[in-house]
């Protein structure tokens, strides 16, 4: 356990609430009075840092905005003491081509539909599934690329994303990293999704370079994740939690796991329970 919690990062999906849903009470109190104490509260996603993103506390209801965020994975750093986003290189298109190019016999055997993101590219082949899902979360229709490889690398992007079911997600990682482990990286963010983007870049990255930027120090920082693109961050805090329906793996290297679910408000009750009750906050 962290004696003086100085900042808390939590991953949304899956972690904080369920894709494109509110965010429980229980937790939004816990953060306020976090919050009221002192404690930085940031969000850490493979989300773009967009509008979206940097009007998540609004979106949410809540009476503070964040007071950082972790964007792509780690790929984008924001908070509120220095303003600008900190952000990786785009992917050029050429790469992007040469990589797509080379999934494409997967890709049209499996009919995995797959999307760039970051950068403005909204484009996407066979428009389907998570991803028909995804699009309408976010407010906007994809550009449907299928069969186009010229057309879906127009513009460059932070990262592709390839989603199928887990039974095909273990050719997926084969095929990325038989040819391109010394450039790009494949990370789990929900079963049946590889995310591929650079080499290097983790939450954990993320989150090192945020807490270097304001003089604190790991030890004191909690963090909160479900899944295997969340294991870096909770590993680089002083003490990294689990959700109670995470992925096993992340399981295994959290400090601790939550007694309730996701959706049960997992975050905010772990948090009542183990630092506001017992510390008297009101």
């Known amino acids: 356990m962290i004696e003086n919690i100085k900042a808390l990062a939590a991953d949304i999906d899956m972690t904080l609430t369920f894709k494109g849903a509110d965010l429980p009470q229980v937790t939004k109190d816990a953060f306020h009075i976090l919050h009221e104490h002192g404690v930085?509260?940031?969000?850490?996603?493979g989300r773009e840092m967009d509008q979206r993103l940097l009007k998540q506390a609004e979106t949410w209801n809540m009476p503070e905005p964040f007071d950082f965020l972790i964007g792509m994975n780690g790929g984008q750093v924001w908070d509120r003491f220095h303003e600008e986003i900190w952000s990786i290189d785009l992917i050029d298109r050429e790469k992007l081509k040469e990589l797509i190019e080379y999934m494409l016999p997967l890709i049209d055997e499996y009919q995995i539909s797959l999307n760039a993101e970051g950068g403005g590219n909204?484009?996407?082949?066979?428009?389907?599934?998570?991803?028909l899902e995804s699009s309408r979360r976010h407010g906007f229709m994809f550009e449907d690329k299928t069969g186009d490889v010229d057309g879906f690398c127009e513009k460059p992007a932070y990262k592709l994303l390839f989603r199928t079911t887990p039974e095909i997600e273990p050719l997926v990682r084969k095929r990325v990293m038989e040819k391109f482990s010394d450039i790009y990286q494949v990370v789990g963010t929900f079963p049946g999704t590889v995310e591929v983007l650079e080499k290097g870049i983790t939450k954990g990255t993320g989150l090192k370079?945020?807490?270097?930027?304001?003089?604190?120090?790991?030890?004191?920082?909690i963090t909160f994740g479900d899944n295997e693109n969340d294991n870096p961050m909770l590993e680089a805090s002083g003490w990294g939690v689990c959700l109670a329906d995470g992925q096993p793996l992340t399981k295994a290297i959290a400090d601790d796991i939550t007694e309730y679910k996701c959706l049960e408000g997992g975050v905010g009750r772990y948090l009542f329970e183990h630092y506001i009750i017992p510390k008297g906050w009101k």
Do not use: P, V, W, Y
């Not at 930085?40 to 996603?45: E, K, S, V």
């Not at 370079?209 to 920082?221: E, S, W």
């Open 209 to 221: 370079r945020f807490a270097a930027q304001n003089a604190i120090d790991l030890k004191d920082i």
């Open 40 to 45: 930085l509260i940031g969000l850490a996603t």
């Open 122 to 131: 909204h484009n996407a082949m066979n428009i389907q599934g998570e991803l």
